[in-house]
């Protein structure tokens, strides 16, 4: 039986951390390079060095050994002009990842109440050393001033990769930490106010009315408890930062996606394809659909220059997530031929990432309502341009998913349901971005 030598192979994880304070002096092409050469270096030369001591695998082949140095590379291009929270963010994944395995095994102890596999041991060790290497490689790194204190963002950045890196995703942690640590600063980094919420007469009616549709969804059995006060504690977020158009948004998203789900309710339960607990969505899934509309915005709310564009972003979001529920719901119903989305292989109906005709196109159509709502809310009338945006953003991110969900059924430990679908929205607010920025 293959056994690895984890404490070897955190040295090594950990050691290599320590390359971050080059970026100082490296300009980012030549760092980029290094980093390429990292990525090679590990998939065909790093097992030949260390034998298969370094790798989970008994060929000595290693997903993650290969994906640390991709990742720190893609830190690297995306970060450029920021290059501390590049360094930063790697400072996290080493030390803070690093020793959090070493601690867990070491020390043990009480186990984590949303993931039985990660100790609290492992969690404070991350947070811990995580602090310290992303503190002292932000502050050596800094290129410019913020809003907020390098302890402030480096302390907010750390928690989340923590909670993310010790919740049960079964995603690599090397593409986990870099991704949420990564983003989480970048927004932190551009912060130029401090988020306030919008309250006034108005938006206490606003909030009176989602604090009436919460109750109303937990009446109708759409939503189990958790459900109902993660929807309305998502709903406020929105409403206050994203404003009343925002949440107008939410609203076609969560009468689309409830009628989606109720519609055919028996059929598919039949077929076993239905939403389980008779079609009651709890926090998780609440969160997974609407998690990223909230959080953007959030940061729109912090960073007032690209306000309209994570506003829309937001919006592309919750289009996405119509357009997902849509085209899963109604191809399962009535799709007539269900095809993997890269091989166009025919599948069962049902086969997680397969598609549809039937199920894409009302997926669209879903979308077109959605991207109507949110163009007539923020600009007071359909602006056709914007509209495509979001049809566009909510295809890709759907799509993406297909993809992702393909490859996620050969997987010995699937990635949940819900991971997927915040991975989605994620995809599908880039796309936003990155259509509204390139555009101007």
């Not at 990660?118 to 290497?133: C, I, L, P, R």
């Not at 899934?285 to 506003?311: K, Y």
């Not at 890709?396 to 989605?424: D, H, I, M, T």
């Amino acid at each position: 039986m293959h056994e690895t030598h984890e404490p070897l192979r955190k040295a090594l994880h950990i050691g290599v951390g320590l390359f971050a304070v080059t970026l100082k002096w490296l300009p980012w092409p030549v760092a980029a390079l290094c980093a390429v050469c990292a990525v090679f270096g590990n998939w065909l030369v790093l097992h030949r060095v260390f034998g298969a001591r370094v790798a989970r695998h008994e060929r000595g082949y290693d997903a993650g050994i290969v994906l640390y140095p991709a990742m720190v590379l893609l830190l690297i291009i995306v970060f450029r002009h920021r290059i501390e929270i590049a360094g930063s963010v790697w400072a996290i994944l080493a030390f803070g990842d690093g020793f959090a395995t070493l601690a867990g095994r070491a020390i043990g102890g009480a186990r984590l109440p949303w993931n039985r596999e990660k100790t609290w041991s492992g969690f404070a060790a991350f947070t811990a050393f995580g602090f310290v290497g992303a503190e002292v490689m932000y502050v050596w790194l800094q290129t410019g001033r913020t809003l907020l204190s390098p302890m402030v963002i480096v302390g907010i950045t750390v928690v989340a990769c923590a909670i993310a890196e010790s919740s049960p995703l079964n995603v690599n942690d090397n593409v986990v930490v870099p991704l949420v640590g990564g983003g989480v600063m970048a927004i932190l980094v551009g912060a130029s106010v401090i988020p306030l919420p919008m309250i006034d007469s108005l938006m206490v009616s606003w909030l009176a009315a989602n604090t009436l549709l919460a109750f109303a969804g937990w009446a109708a059995r759409t939503v189990d408890f958790s459900g109902f006060l993660g929807g309305w504690a998502m709903g406020a977020v929105i409403l206050l930062f994203g404003g009343w158009q925002l949440y107008a948004v939410l609203l076609a998203f969560f009468v689309i996606g409830t009628g989606v789900t109720k519609f055919g309710f028996r059929r598919k339960a039949g077929l076993g394809l239905a939403q389980e607990k008779g079609g009651r969505r709890g926090f998780a899934h609440a969160f997974s659909n609407v998690g990223m509309a909230a959080l953007l915005a959030i940061a729109s709310a912090m960073i007032p220059d690209w306000r309209t564009a994570l506003w829309l972003a937001a919006a592309a979001a919750l289009t996405t997530a119509a357009a997902d529920t849509t085209a899963s719901e109604i191809g399962q119903l009535i799709g007539r031929r269900t095809f993997l989305p890269l091989t166009f292989r025919p599948v069962p109906v049902g086969t997680e990432g397969a598609i549809s005709l039937e199920g894409t196109l009302a997926g669209i159509a879903a979308a077109v309502v959605v991207a109507i709502v949110a163009s007539e809310t923020q600009f007071a009338r359909i602006e056709p341009r914007i509209a495509g945006f979001l049809v566009i953003a909510a295809f890709a991110g759907s799509y993406v998913e297909s993809v992702a969900g393909s490859w996620n059924r050969k997987q010995a430990r699937s990635v949940p349901n819900g991971v997927l679908n915040f991975f989605n929205t994620a995809v599908g607010a880039m796309v936003m971005v990155l259509l509204v920025r390139g555009s101007k």
